[in-house]
């Protein structure tokens, strides 16, 4: 009852009436063949029709990117006649491929528990486990692990703090993408927030699709892959004949 | 330059991977291997998936061991009937390797397979190569001592469905050959070698054939099974890289050439020996990845089809 109460108090300042203008640098991201990573400049401006009152609590931002979903198997070794063999594993049913939160400030301050459960927000809402079998002792572990290996590998970030914010209007950040990224529709939120409480969000899209030679092969070794196979044969046998060829003409 | 390749989905150096190729290519053309049992654990070392790796390392074989053959077509040291019957035993065999590789990438297994048989092939082959060259070094040291006397009838001769075959100046059953061929073209499709490290020696010694032949029998069969595995790897798993291979293969067919001229210069003993202990390097390299405790125990996959 409390805590109702406490959020109907926090919601009053939602009555400021503020709106998150934001842009992307970019909104396609083409996968060529020297693709080498890629960095989004996120940035936008607060829209708001009337003056901040003094008592208002502070302004912050939060932005996420989230790559497409997919349906994961985690591994988890164990020591086996001696070898490190893959013995448990979980199937989970979604995580994304990256996801990047960029914030003002600590994201568990400045973001309340019940409004990043409701929109989804942190490493634990977005890793999904549905079911996990009963002959795996601690599935948590698991979903744990995807979060470990993607911050490693650079494609899960919390960059907490890494959003400039002047005059509680004007904010912006640099994203990167690494090299590593897989093809798809790439989910980006701006959450405006005060008092731990959403008070407007933009979303957007950034497209990142493999592009010219890169489209072409992956296409091809997939819808038509006999004649892929047959090709990459051909052009195998060509740089063999070839090879021979001017090495018999270098030796005359 | 990074360069990113479609089908591995990662961003590699594409200097690194024409360093490898021409590496791994003086190799071969300086011991006569396809150099494929190199290739693909470095492969794996530089972080292709070994999926990827071991297709496209089979579609790579494709161009050193036809360029290798031509060569040996030319000299007439090829056993084509002899291929012919390897090379039935091959394509079952590679058939099946594809099988079990898919079927073990469906489980999670494959990286243990293919890397306990790069461990168990790298630890004989670097081996036996190891005492061979070592034996070689001191038997040239001291020209006294005999060459053991090669056996020409072993129960090979003994079998049924005897053939002929001119070049090789055989009469023996084609039994042997088939189930060297498909053993062969097991491996090929799991490990992405031609597998001509096990052939060579299984000809020779097995077989008996005559050393001269036995090359570019070798390579004539390996470029029909490979060929065939590339095919069934693009068809099945989808995980040949055109780019990767069209890289590694720009540097294999240079290498080779500098390595067989090199190869004609250099003592053979020597250089056998390096080749060993590179060989064995490898090998335990592997090893350790496999008996010590890995810092990241958990690894993410595909989900199962």
Redesign the interface.
């Known amino acids: 009852m409390i805590r109702v109460l406490l959020i109907l108090c926090l919601m009053a300042p939602t009555a400021l009436a503020e709106e998150v203008v934001g842009a992307l640098s970019q909104n396609r991201v083409a996968?060529?063949?020297?693709?080498?990573?890629s960095e989004i400049f996120v940035f936008g401006a607060v829209k708001r029709v009337a003056p901040v009152p003094d008592d208002a609590q502070p302004l912050h931002v939060v932005v996420t990117i989230q790559g497409p979903d997919?349906?994961?198997?985690?591994?988890?070794?164990?020591?086996w006649f001696?070898?490190?063999?893959?013995r448990d594993?979980i199937?989970v049913d979604q995580a994304p491929s990256f996801y990047t939160i960029a914030t003002t400030g600590p994201l568990e301050e400045i973001m309340s528990a019940t409004e990043r459960l409701r929109y989804g927000i942190g490493f634990d809402r977005v890793v999904r486990l549905v079911g996990a079998p009963d002959t795996v002792s601690d599935p948590r572990?698991?979903t744990a692990?995807?979060v470990?290996?993607?911050k490693?590998n650079g494609l899960y970030n919390q960059l907490d703090g890494s959003i400039e914010l002047s005059d509680e209007t004007l904010f912006s950040t640099n994203v990167a993408l690494p090299?590593?990224l897989?093809e798809g529709d790439y989910k980006t939120a701006m959450y405006l927030l005060r008092g731990g409480d959403v008070v407007n969000v933009s979303r957007t899209v950034i497209e990142v699709r493999?592009a010219g030679?890169?489209?072409f092969?992956?296409t091809m070794?997939?819808e038509r892959?006999?004649l892929?196979?047959?090709?990459?044969?051909m052009?195998?046998?060509a740089?063999?004949?070839?090879?021979?060829e001017a090495?018999r003409l270098?030796r005359r | 330059?990074?360069?990113?390749l479609?089908?591995a989905?990662?961003?590699v150096n594409a200097f690194l991977l024409l360093g490898l190729g021409g590496l791994v290519g003086v190799l071969s053309g300086m011991f006569g291997v396809g150099g494929g049992f190199l290739m693909t654990p470095l492969l794996f070392f530089i972080g292709i998936p070994p999926a990827v790796a071991v297709a496209t390392e089979a579609?790579?074989i494709?161009?050193?061991?036809?360029?290798?053959v031509?060569?040996h077509l030319r000299r007439k040291t090829v056993d084509l009937k002899m291929g012919m019957v390897l090379l039935a035993g091959g394509l079952v065999g590679a058939a099946i390797g594809v099988r079990i590789f898919k079927a073990l990438k469906e489980i999670?297994?494959v990286?243990?397979l293919v890397t306990l048989c790069y461990v168990v092939f790298l630890g004989v082959v670097g081996g036996l190569m190891f005492i061979e060259s070592l034996r070689a070094l001191r038997r040239s040291r001291n020209p006294m001592a005999k060459l053991p006397p090669r056996k020409h009838h072993s129960w090979v001769h003994g079998l049924p469905f005897k053939m002929r075959f001119r070049q090789s100046q055989l009469y023996i059953s084609a039994i042997p050959p088939l189930v060297i061929g498909a053993s062969v073209g097991v491996l090929a499709a799991i490990m992405g070698v031609g597998g001509g490290f096990i052939m060579v020696p299984a000809m020779i010694y097995i077989l008996g054939m005559p050393t001269k032949v036995v090359v570019g029998t070798s390579l004539f069969q390996i470029i029909f099974v490979t060929?065939f595995t590339?095919?069934?790897?693009?068809?099945q798993n989808?995980t040949?890289d055109?780019?990767l291979?069209?890289l590694l293969?720009?540097g294999g067919?240079?290498g080779?050439?500098i390595g067989a001229q090199l190869g004609v210069r250099l003592r053979a003993e020597q250089l056998r020996i390096l080749l060993a202990i590179m060989v064995l390097g490898v090998c335990a390299k592997l090893l350790f990845d496999?008996?010590?405790?890995?810092s990241?125990?958990?690894?993410?996959?595909?989900?199962?089809h």
């Open positions: 996968i060529t063949a020297n693709f080498d990573g997919e349906r994961v198997t985690v591994r988890r070794k164990e020591r001696g070898i490190w063999v893959n594993s199937e572990a698991f692990a995807i470990r290996i993607n490693d090299s590593n897989v493999k030679l890169e489209r092969i992956y070794a997939h892959p006999l892929y196979g047959i090709l990459s044969i052009v195998a046998l740089a063999g004949w070839g090879a021979s090495f270098l | 330059m990074q360069i990113y479609p089908i989905e990662v961003s579609n790579q494709v161009a050193s061991s036809f360029s290798g031509l060569a999670g297994q990286e243990l060929g590339t095919l069934m790897h693009a068809t989808f040949v055109a780019v291979a069209v293969l720009i067919v240079i080779a050439q496999l008996v010590l405790e890995p990241e125990l958990f690894s993410i996959g595909e989900a199962g």
